[in-house]
């Protein structure tokens, strides 16, 4: 892939993991959005490795040249045009899905984007949907492990509404919105996949 193209080597890393729970929990959905789809790596090498979804990326408007430029290059099938999704926005992407991912996103939103997210998340799902979490997430108000903690302050220090989430506060916001953890998966580097299903 050409260099002038935006890379994460976080999403290097993780993209084999998260493909193995993905091929559990998304391997009887058709139509996935992908909230916070940053350089469009994730968004790629998913569809890529599982053709029978239609993969749609999107992110804030600033992002969505680089998501589009890389999805162009690639020319897969089931890779719409990225669109635009900001949670504070009046109107979200249009459309219905049975499937919602977003990777390492919460930490990076405030606590109030985060409600908007989970407060909006019904208009977008169909019945029964599936919605998986990829990130670092504290239990029991706890870090778990030093370099998450660490993780913390440096997210606080770039900007002080950035933080590692509580997975029962994250719970509790999914469970108002009709949604009911069906899986929670370690996953390498003390990250966490968590997995909804809709109601």
Not at 25 to 30: E, G, L
Not at 135 to 162: E, I, M, Q, W
């Given at each position: 892939?050409?260099?002038?193209?935006?890379?994460?080597?976080?999403?290097?890393?993780?993209?084999?993991?998260?493909l193995g729970v993905l091929r559990r929990?998304?391997?009887?959905?058709?139509r996935v959005l992908e909230i916070g789809s940053g350089t469009g790596q994730h968004a790629e090498y998913f569809a890529t490795k599982l053709p029978h979804l239609t993969w749609q990326a999107s992110d804030r408007d600033e992002y969505l040249p680089g998501i589009g430029l890389r999805l162009e290059r690639a020319g897969l099938p089931n890779t719409p045009a990225p669109l635009p999704f900001d949670v504070n926005d009046d109107e979200w992407p249009p459309g219905v899905y049975d499937a919602v991912f977003s990777a390492n996103t919460l930490h990076i939103?405030?606590?109030?984007?985060?409600?908007?997210?989970?407060?909006?998340?019904?208009?977008?799902?169909a019945a029964e949907a599936t919605v998986a979490?990829?990130?670092?997430?504290?239990?029991?108000?706890?870090?778990?492990?030093?370099?998450?903690?660490?993780?913390?302050?440096?997210?606080?220090?770039?900007?002080?509404?950035?933080g590692i989430r509580d997975s029962e506060a994250v719970n509790a916001l999914a469970e108002n919105s009709g949604l009911h953890l069906v899986d929670d998966i370690s996953m390498p580097a003390n990250n966490r996949c968590l997995v909804w299903r809709r109601s």
């Open positions: 892939m050409s260099r002038d193209l935006p890379c994460s080597g976080a999403c290097l890393r993780n993209a084999e993991p998260i929990h998304f391997a009887d959905r058709i939103m405030s606590w109030s984007d985060v409600e908007h997210l989970f407060g909006g998340l019904p208009s977008l799902l979490v990829y990130g670092p997430f504290n239990y029991g108000g706890r870090f778990t492990s030093p370099s998450n903690a660490a993780f913390d302050v440096s997210l606080k220090a770039t900007a002080p509404h950035r």
